[in-house]
């Protein structure tokens, strides 16, 4: 499988899963919810009343 520049060096999801587990809760927590966002907002207008695109915006709102 292709390495992107964004993981390059950084092994498998399994490994980088590994080293997003030994960061402090707190701080893992920001990191998923900022990651969350950007996909949202990279959801074309036309989804947002989808399902599951409604149930992602409603889990960044809580």
Do not use: C, N, W
Not at 52 to 57: D, F, I, K, S, T
């Amino acid at each position: 499988m292709p390495t992107s520049p964004a993981t390059k060096g950084f092994g498998d999801r399994r490994e980088r899963a590994g080293y997003l587990a030994r960061y402090p809760d707190a701080y893992r927590t920001g990191l998923v919810r900022r990651r969350a966002l950007d996909l949202y907002q990279s959801i074309p207008a036309q989804h947002h009343e989808e399902a599951a695109v409604r149930e992602l915006r409603e889990v960044l709102a809580a």
